[in-house]
């Protein structure tokens, strides 16, 4: 069978970020607390920059999970926010599937809290849906690498194509020559080695 090249789609794209909560955070331990969150913040500015509809969410915030990122609802203060009560795969909350459907976008972007379960569960009922899913493995964290990898492994085997944040944003902006200096920004703000190529362009 042919291989066909789903690319994402800025004006397809919707970005839904999952349970990234002050509790949850702490089970995280296939990245650093730094760097996870400098991923997360990352993804986050490529949904700015791209202005691509985004979707908050959160698991029992009134439980042991605590309440989200202060950071990410400071960023998105008017995007929908779905506090489910209790449900753990996302996709079992209806508002938070009719928020995806009032987009009228078919490519999910999802990051989330844990891969494991807060990723795969939506991940893998978005594609019996008829979405295409992109996973930000480096925005999804997890207890380890070899669960991080169980779960990788069985999203992509059910059709999710996984992206770090850096390959969401290539993938998205096509070209150098839309924006250098916004788009440079970016990737300088978040990867200190790219801030110094951008310094170096900026010497020319």
Known sequence: MAF????LDKDDAVVL????????????????????????MALADIAKFFKLPTILTTSFETGPNGPIVPE??????????IARPGQINAWDNEDFVNAIKATGRKQLII???VTDVC??????????AGYDVFVVTDASGTFNTAVRDAALARMAHAGAQLLNWFSVGGELHR???NDVEGFGGILGGHLPAYAN??????QK
């Open 175 to 177: 070209d150098w020559r």
């Open 72 to 81: 990410l609802k400071a960023m998105f203060p008017d995007a929908p926010y």
């Open 197 to 202: 190529l951008i310094q170096s362009y900026n």
């Open 4 to 7: 066909t090249y789903k690319r």
């Open 17 to 40: 970020l999952i349970d990234h909560q002050a509790g949850l955070l702490s089970l995280v331990r296939d990245y650093s607390p730094d760097e996870f969150k400098n991923n997360v």
């Open 111 to 113: 990051a989330g809290v």
């Open 119 to 128: 990723v795969a569960f939506p991940t893998l009922s978005a594609l019996e």
